[in-house]
């Protein structure tokens, strides 16, 4: 029987978990569920006799790869890869897959939320400002960056995007002022808004550079991936600049630091919360459970990453 193993050290909502248990189900697959584990062993030993694996941030690493010699898919409920070796999954011949935009509206609704936090002094009762008119410049017009470009515009921000792999005519259809470098989008808007994949070339590119070029009242939003900043960078802004603030979906590396010096100019959720809805939870968690069947039954393979 086809085995499909849910493995997630950051829970589903219960209802997502319900409904991929479901399309499992139905489509007469054993369904099984790892959840909260706390070492990487007890995955190496639950995906031993899995062919599907339904994963989120967790480590999908060579010896978990190599250790489920059943496995055909691993579909990344989510939108970002960077936790799964894909070049261990295609020497073993396992298709990878992501669920692009299933829970892109919860990202989106999130760097919204941390940027009036902020803009209100976090809450502290005193005068604080408004989104209202600012300039916001969206880093990569991928699928949360437009979700993020259409709330904005709702809270009157100017919004402005940079990205290279989407035509200028695309971006300035949604509304929406296409900027042609990273640079000038920096230079440009007080808040800037962080939505690039975690890969070699993105990895620490948020430097000092950028950072320091950015209008008076900066305000830095990452809901991406912590590795993409330069973290040497961003202290040194820190440091530099008393009006630069840092708003992040999982602390960076360098929080006690930025803590026990910047107080008031920084907010790091406790855990990447980004996708943390119920609703970003069963859409990401169906359409995993339905890529995985489409490509089981049919060898669909449309959202192959490999
Ligand atoms: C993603 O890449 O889809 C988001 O960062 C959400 O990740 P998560 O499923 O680990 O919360």
Redesign the pocket.
């Known amino acids: 029987m086809t085995k499909v193993l849910v493995a997630t050290v ?1 829970p589903f909502a219960p209802a997502a978990v319900e409904q991929i248990e479901n399309i499992c189900k139905n489509a007469g697959y054993e369904f099984a569920l790892l959840e909260k584990y706390g070492d990487q062993s007890e995955l190496i030993s639950a995906v031993k006799d899995t062919d599907a694996l339904i994963v ?2 967790d480590k999908i690493d060579k010896s978990v790869i190599n250790a489920a010699d059943k496995l055909k898919i691993v579909v ?6 960077d936790n799964v070796d894909l070049q261990a999954a295609t020497a073993k011949d396992v298709v990878v897959m ?1 669920t692009p935009g299933q ?1 892109s509206n919860a ?1 989106a609704e999130l760097a919204l939320g941390m940027m009036v936090f902020q803009a209100r002094n976090q809450f502290d009762g005193k005068a604080g400002t408004e989104l209202r008119g600012k300039k916001l410049g969206i880093h990569a017009f991928g699928n949360v960056g437009r979700y993020v470009a259409n709330i904005a515009r709702g809270f009157g921000m100017i919004v402005y995007a940079f990205d290279p792999f989407i035509a200028k005519d695309d971006i300035e259809n949604e509304g929406v002022k296409a900027i042609d470098s990273i640079e000038e989008l920096y230079e440009q808007c007080q808040y800037i808004s962080l939505h690039i994949p975690a890969n070699e070339k993105t990895k620490k590119s948020i430097n000092y550079n950028l950072l320091q070029s950015m209008p008076e009242n900066a305000v830095l939003v990452n ?3 912590k590795e993409v900043i330069d973290e040497d960078g961003l202290l040194e802004t820190f440091e530099k600049r008393s009006d630069f603030q840092y708003l992040s ?1 999982i602390a960076p590396d360098c929080a006690e630091e930025i803590g026990s010096k910047f107080e008031g100019r920084y907010f790091f959720t406790p855990k ?5 809805t119920a609703e ?1 939870n069963i859409n ?1 968690g169906i359409a995993a459970a339905n890529q995985i069947r489409d490509f089981l039954e049919e060898g669909n393979t449309q959202f192959k990453v490999n």
């Open positions: 950051k989120r941030s990344r409920a989510g939108a970002g890869y992501n829970n990202v809901t991406a991936r979906d990447k919360m980004g996708a943390q970003a990401a």
